[in-house]
């Protein structure tokens, strides 16, 4: 009731354009206290399209920094829209794909099976995609690289409403693979991302054909790459009306160009980009471009229209996952005029894919979140006096291994890392785990070593985390320890035998060409991520303390009458007023 009280008596001062004074914040704790007797209740969504959107390393931070800048479907979502600004990854290694199959299982990855997005598995060898497939093949490319929701063992809601509602239709869009099929489930009627100079690609069983499998999305990829080639995307500022602070978009990213230095290469952050020297250069900066964002949501909406998603009786699902502020923030970082300008695309973007999907004839139920957060690029922040710096992972591997090499009297070197600097597994002359007492005599000194150096703040046998117990269910997940985040990312043969923790603000890799920032981390800023509901006509309302991502498909399943699975990590919470799920 007080939350509504405030909403409401803020919502006055807003629309007054009040200035927040001292004074203006007691009238205003005064007025809503009021009209509390004439707030309604808030009647819960019965939606018959369920939309979620999932903005790849889509910070809390990158939220809070333009959220009064937004003027589209951002802004009618944080401002129309339940908003809980401090939604939590709760777990520790905060990737794509581990991320993303949180979002709509209800479990951490120590129950998706989704520990990160490679790994290497020892026992065979050899390094393992998340979602590699070998029994099924690439719809654009026969010989690629193949994927499906194989090696999810969780089931997703698409899966829990299509066992209950064999009618209902599922479908997932993104510019990766990973975005796609972990949103999407085991049942869907479709998965579909961005093949760079193909256009939406998906997976094909056994006994189906590439062209069956295609045929939702074939018109338009026709009518993209022909379009494409007519008029070739060029980044530059986009021309937007002026914020909430009078302020040009054009103008406000462009005040942040600079010059940077990051692995020895010097560069500057500005837009447009410098013309691509090749075709591969091409296709590369365009799926790093706003671009892929763009044409994600125009295949989500023509899908929606298409198949008539939310038009009948049953409920539909349809998952989004946007990739390219990872894509950015990964080339550039998040805080230079590319992601500045990627916000302000994002946000008019999504703003006409609400206009869109507003036709449908039932109600429809918007989710937005993320499946992980990010920083900076160390570069950048040091220079405003943030002790921020990378771990150049090969040469500190190798130390590792010299040691132990010298210290154990080895041949070779034990300790491999082809998932991630942060998963350590230790190996045999031939790359393959080792018998159970060779294992040992390794694993002890290994880990007491990883655990002495500067950089790591804890370190952790693989095993002890398997069998510890969790944490109690109602910690909140920003006050949960290091430990249970752990626990919660690793995955029997899935997660190496030693798992790192970096000491904070420290980026465990080095510089490139394509890459100055990254995530990862166990860190608030990696797992830190906005959740926002939204439907129309149901009341704003700002939800300042910690939800988890695991909550959303809970949630998600009691508003639309579908029983969640008995072990799901998450709970439902209330869209309405009250406890009422």
């Known amino acids: 009731m007080f939350e509504t009280c405030v909403n409401a008596a803020f919502g006055q001062f807003a629309r007054m354009n009040t200035p927040l004074t001292f004074s203006a914040i007691v009238t205003a704790l005064s007025l809503g206290l009021a009209v509390s007797s004439q707030a309604a209740p808030v009647a819960k969504p019965a939606p018959k399209l369920v939309v979620v959107i999932s903005i790849d390393q889509f910070s809390s931070s990158l939220f809070t920094q333009h959220r009064a800048e937004f003027t589209g479907g951002l802004a009618r979502l944080s401002r129309e829209g339940i908003v809980y600004p401090n939604g939590y990854q709760s777990h520790a290694m905060t990737e794509t794909c581990p991320g993303h199959s949180t979002l709509l299982t209800g479990k951490h990855p120590n129950k998706t099976g989704i520990a990160a997005n490679d790994w290497y598995e020892a026992t065979l060898g050899k390094q393992v995609y998340c979602l590699g497939d070998d029994s099924v093949t690439l719809a654009h490319d026969a010989k690629g690289r193949a994927v499906s929701p194989k090696n999810m063992v969780a089931t997703t809601y698409g899966d829990w409403l299509k066992a209950v509602s064999p009618t209902s239709r599922v479908f997932g869009v993104s510019g990766k693979d990973r975005g796609a099929i972990t949103l999407a489930g085991h049942k869907a009627d479709g998965a579909f991302w961005m093949q760079p100079g193909f256009g939406f690609t998906t997976f094909v069983p056994p006994g189906e054909t590439a062209e069956a499998r295609l045929k939702p999305v074939a018109a338009f990829n026709a009518r993209m790459m022909a379009d494409l080639k007519k008029h070739p995307f060029v980044w530059d500022y986009a021309r937007s009306p002026l914020d909430a602070l009078g302020r040009g978009s054009a103008r406000r990213c462009k005040a942040l160009e600079a010059d940077y230095e990051t692995g020895g290469r010097k560069w500057r952050a500005a837009l447009p980009r410098p013309a691509p020297a090749n075709e591969a250069d091409y296709l590369r900066d365009l799926g790093t471009s706003p671009y892929l964002d763009q044409v994600t949501l125009e295949l989500a909406a023509e899908l929606r229209d298409a198949y008539g998603l939310g038009d009948g009786p049953q409920v539909d699902v349809l998952a989004v996952s946007l990739s390219a502020t990872d894509y950015i923030g990964h080339r550039y970082g998040t805080r230079g005029p590319e992601m500045c300008d990627q916000m302000v695309r994002l946000d008019e973007r999504l703003g006409a894919f609400l206009d869109r999907i507003g036709k449908t004839k039932g109600e429809v139920l918007v989710v937005l979140t993320a499946d992980h957060g990010g920083a900076d690029m160390p570069?950048?922040?040091?220079?405003?006096?943030?002790?921020?710096?990378?771990?150049?992972?090969?040469?500190?591997?190798?130390?590792?291994?010299?040691?132990?090499?010298?210290?154990?009297?080895?041949?070779?070197?034990?300790?491999?890392?082809?998932?991630?600097?942060?998963?350590?597994?230790?190996?045999?002359?031939?790359?393959?785990?080792?018998?159970?007492?060779?294992?040992?005599?390794?694993?002890?000194?290994?880990?007491?070593?990883?655990?002495?150096?500067?950089?790591?703040?804890?370190?952790?046998?693989?095993?002890?985390?398997?069998?510890?117990?969790?944490?109690?269910?109602?910690?909140?997940?920003?006050?949960?320890?290091?430990?249970?985040?752990?626990?919660?990312?690793?995955?029997?043969?899935?997660?190496?035998?030693?798992?790192?923790?970096?000491?904070?603000?420290?980026?465990?890799?080095?510089?490139?060409?394509?890459?100055?920032?990254?995530?990862?981390?166990?860190?608030?800023?990696?797992?830190?991520?906005?959740?926002?509901?939204?439907?129309?006509?149901?009341?704003?309302?700002?939800?300042?303390?910690?939800?988890?991502?695991?909550?959303?498909a809970p949630t998600i399943a009691a508003v639309t009458g579908v029983k969640a699975p008995a072990d799901v990590d998450g709970r439902c919470r209330p869209l309405g007023s009250g406890h009422d799920c």
């Open 379 to 552: 570069e950048r922040l040091h220079d405003e006096g943030y002790d921020t710096g990378r771990v150049a992972a090969r040469a500190w591997l190798a130390k590792l291994n010299a040691t132990l090499r010298q210290d154990l009297s080895l041949s070779h070197d034990p300790l491999l890392a082809e998932g991630g600097i942060n998963a350590i597994s230790i190996v045999g002359p031939d790359k393959k785990a080792l018998p159970a007492v060779e294992h040992m005599r390794i694993a002890a000194p290994a880990l007491a070593l990883i655990s002495r150096q500067p950089e790591v703040i804890e370190a952790f046998d693989v095993n002890t985390l398997l069998t510890l117990a969790p944490e109690r269910a109602d910690v909140s997940p920003e006050e949960i320890s290091v430990r249970e985040r752990m626990r919660r990312s690793v995955y029997p043969g899935r997660s190496g035998d030693i798992v790192i923790a970096f000491r904070p603000d420290l980026v465990p890799a080095s510089a490139g060409s394509s890459y100055v920032s990254g995530h990862g981390t166990p860190w608030d800023y990696d797992r830190r991520v906005p959740i926002l509901f939204w439907w129309k006509g149901g009341a704003p309302r700002e939800r300042v303390l910690p939800l988890d991502t695991v909550d959303i």
